[in-house]
Structure formats: C-alpha cells, structure tokens
C-alpha cells in the first residue's frame, strides 16, 4: 500500500475510533448519571460515513456490508492492534470490591500490558445493562454467524464450561493483515500451523504430462475458475457438497507437486504443502487438533491444501485391536469428515494407491493417475529443461537418444541437471558434456536400486577404468 493510499486507509479507521470511542464515552457516563442504557445506541451515537475511497477498510466494510453492532464489534477486535491505549479506560477498579468490574469482560495477557477484550466487552458497549438489548445481540456471539462464519473474528474459549460471552475476541491474522495493509496473509509455518506455502518459477505451458492426466487437470482447473456459477447460479449446492477432492498417485518424480503449484498459478490461488509429519503426533488426541487448527484456518480462505506423501496418513483402517488402534481409525475417520467438509480445493498425493483407504476413495471427485513419462514425453523434458539456457551443453548430447534409453521421471531429469551444472561451473570452458549427463543419470538409477541399466554399466566402467 502506498503512502497516499495508507494515510486514506488511516483516516478511515480513524473515524471508526472516533465513532467507538464517542460510545465507550456514552456508557461511562449513564453509569455516573445513574441512567441505564438505551436498547439502541446507535440511534443515539450512529456510525461514520466512511469516504467513498478505494482503501482496505472502507472496502472490507462495504464489500461485507456491516451492521454498525458488527462494525462496533470489529473495531473493537482491531483497537489492541493499532491503538490499545483507548481501552485502558476498562482497567479501572470497582472500589468497593477492589476488583475489576464484572460486566467490563477482558484479559490481562501475559506480555501484553493492556486490556484483551472479550465478548463480554463488547456487549456492554452495545447493551450495557439493557436486558433486551443483551438477549438482542446475544446471536452476533455464535460461531457459525456474522463476523464469525466468515472468518473474521474468531473465539478463544479458555475454559468451556465457563459463559460463552467470556470467551477472548480475536481478530484473525488474515484479517488484520488485509485491514492494516490490504494485502493478503501467509502464515507462518509452525507446529500450530503444519503447512507450508509453494510456489514454482514454471508456467502452465511447462506442463509434461499423459493426454488423458492433463484432461484431468484441466477439468480440476474449470472447476476452480467456474466454482461459484455451478454452486450458485445452476444452483449444484442442493445436490453436491461444495469443494473438490482429488488424489494424485504415481512414482516420485512424476509431477504430482509441480501440478498442484500450477494450478495454484493459474488459478491466482495460495497453494499450501501440509507437513505431515508435523500434523500426526504419537499422543492421542493431538492429530485431531493439528488438523482442526489447519482446516479452520484455512476454511475461510481461498486456498489449495496439498497433502504430500498423504500414504503415510491415510492408510487402510486396521481391526480395532487395542487403544492406538482405536485412536488411528478415530483420527483418519476425523480427516475425512474435515476435508469432506472442506469447501476449497483438496489435493492428496501418494506414491502407492494401493495404501488408501476404501471410505476414503469414494470421497475423490477425481483419482489422477502419474505415470512415468513415455519416450516422447521424456525428450520434450529433456529439451525444456536443457535448451535455450544461459549453460552452455556440448554438440555430441543426442537428447533422443537419452529419452530412448533411460526412463526417467521428470524428477530424475532436474536433478541430472543440478549434477551436470555442478561439474560444468568447475571446468574449462565451463560447459556441460554427454559424460556429466551419463554420470548424473546412473546416480538417479543407483539411487532407484537400478545399477544394471546402461548408464550405469558406463559409469562404473569409467569408474574403474581410472
């Protein structure tokens, strides 16, 4: 956001603090009047007309289209955020019971100096004590509703079997990232959050792969960019659950996590790899919370979740035997409700289909088959990958014969030319020879167990020969 467009956006929030502060005023001062609250505050204090400006604030307001007891909650979430000091004025003390007063909500955080608001916080600034008010806007407090539903705010429950309106009044990372700034929000990789942006330099015409894969592809793709006309206006919600799923099977190498970042590309969609190994955890229970916190996340948004090497999470469901039997069906029967249930675009990928889950299978919109480049694949891999570079490669390299001979994954390829380039950058002239190409792909075939193809019959000859 530019200077201009920031002191636009500033202003605007601006006149949201006024407007609560104005408020926040009010209700202090019918306590010390003795008065009690009106059923209505804003016909007493209504909201701002923001300016008609093309700024993060004024646009999320108009695009949601608030009511002001949601703006005033929304605020309310934003002000620890830009100006805590304005709720300073919830510390003061009940005197006669030398504690903080009940109806004023919040929390003391821990490094935070300030005052946490609460639901009950902002109930009182738009019902105080007002019984009718209170029953009123008592629905703007439910998870599924408002502010809520759409991911905005969120509630913290600290202790669920204490009143609902206690809980702790969060504005979402995703959200105050686009209030503040108006650019959208990637979390941070962590135990809390196991996932992980990725991205790719390719472009959709990089694309290598089977006719029939690519159809598949394609059909994942017109589903994203058309997914609001068919749910929507053909009216499909009615019939089918809203989401996509997809499992991508087939060996290393073949493509499976480059598709999942192009479509993330061409779709103008986040793309985020879930770290399995970060999500299952070995205590019962807590596989359950990583992946709630990850799906609830990434629920409101627009995102592509990638589940990579998924075979060594959704395996087949064994005979209940003992506890941690029990507690493994319980946990793959939790992540097929979740990503059911989840209404962005899903991708599971696994080396071996033959690992997954039958309950599981029935849930795919599509099961997408990797195969092993065919010949002509491999040399049009071949050439994108090693022609019109800034390396230079020597005269002799026959690219149709090395896609005749050697089945490689495109895998494979990539990283015969890591290796090649590392033994060109070290010679004289530093250029890249058929033997650094022979050398790389017999370590790609060793690494396989496939010793006895004929590069590898010719490097090791080479090798002992010097």
């Given at each position: 956001m530019n200077l201009t467009k920031t002191n636009q956006n500033a202003d605007c929030i601006d006149r949201e603090l006024t407007w609560f502060s104005q408020i926040l005023e009010h209700r202090f001062q019918l306590r010390a009047d003795g008065k009690s609250a009106e059923r209505n505050v804003f016909n007493v204090i209504p909201p701002p007309a923001l300016p008609q400006t093309d700024v993060s604030y004024a646009n999320l307001l108009q695009t949601l289209n608030l009511q002001p007891a949601e703006r005033l909650v929304l605020i309310l979430s934003l002000i620890p955020h830009i100006k805590p000091n304005l709720l300073d004025t919830f510390l003061v003390r009940n005197q006669s019971l030398d504690r903080g007063y009940t109806e004023f909500g919040g929390l003391i955080g821990n490094a935070h100096g300030g005052f946490l608001p609460t639901c009950?916080?902002?109930?009182?600034?738009?019902?105080?004590?007002?019984?009718?008010?209170?029953?009123?806007?008592?629905?703007?407090?439910?998870?599924?509703?408002?502010?809520?539903?759409?991911?905005?705010?969120?509630?913290?429950?600290?202790?669920?079997?204490?009143?609902?309106?206690?809980a702790a009044l969060h504005l979402t990372p995703e959200y105050r990232q686009r209030i503040i700034t108006g650019q959208s929000y990637t979390p941070t990789f962590s135990s809390a959050f196991p996932a992980q942006r990725i991205t790719t330099d390719l472009a959709w015409d990089d694309l290598v792969l089977d006719p029939a894969t690519r159809q598949e592809i394609d059909d994942i793709l017109t589903w994203i960019q058309n997914k609001d006309l068919l749910m929507n206006s053909w009216n499909l919600k009615?019939?089918?659950?809203?989401?996509?799923?997809?499992?991508?099977?087939?060996?290393?190498?073949?493509?499976?996590?480059?598709?999942?970042?192009?479509?993330?590309?061409?779709?103008?969609?986040?793309?985020?790899?879930?770290?399995?190994?970060?999500?299952?955890?070995?205590?019962?229970?807590?596989?359950?919370?990583?992946?709630?916190?990850?799906?609830?996340?990434?629920?409101?948004?627009?995102?592509?979740?990638?589940?990579?090497?998924?075979?060594?999470?959704?395996?087949k469901r064994v005979e209940s035997q003992n506890s941690n039997d029990r507690a493994a069906n319980q946990e793959i029967s939790y992540l097929l409700q979740r990503i059911e249930d989840y209404r962005g675009l899903a991708i599971l990928a696994t080396n071996l289909r033959t690992h997954l889950d039958e309950a599981f299978a029935r849930r795919f919109q599509s099961m997408i088959h990797f195969p092993i480049p065919n010949t002509e694949q491999r040399l049009q891999l071949w050439r994108d990958t090693f022609l019109n570079k800034p390396f230079e490669i020597a005269e002799e390299i026959d690219f149709d014969k090395l896609a005749t001979e050697y089945e490689l994954t495109g895998g494979n390829i990539i990283n015969v030319l890591r290796y090649a380039c590392l033994k060109a950058v070290t010679q004289t002239p530093q250029k890249i020879y058929e033997d650094d190409l022979l050398e790389g792909i017999s370590r790609e075939l060793q690494k396989e167990g496939r010793v006895?193809?004929?590069?590898?019959?010719?490097?090791?000859?080479?090798?002992?020969?010097?």
């Open positions: 009950e916080t902002a109930m009182f600034l738009l019902a105080d004590d007002n019984l009718s008010a209170r029953l009123h806007y008592d629905g703007l407090f439910k998870p599924d509703q408002g502010l809520f539903a759409q991911g905005i705010l969120s509630l913290n429950h600290q202790h669920t079997n204490e009143p609902p309106l206690s009615q019939r089918i659950k809203p989401g996509f799923r997809s499992l991508f099977y087939g060996p290393p190498g073949t493509g499976k996590t480059m598709t999942a970042c192009l479509l993330g590309k061409k779709s103008g969609l986040p793309v985020f790899r879930i770290d399995l190994s970060r999500v299952v955890s070995k205590y019962i229970g807590e596989t359950e919370k990583n992946l709630a916190r990850l799906f609830d996340r990434a629920q409101h948004q627009d995102w592509i979740l990638f589940f990579d090497e998924a075979d060594s999470l959704f395996g006895e193809d004929k590069a590898s019959r010719r490097y090791l000859g080479m090798t002992y020969q010097n």
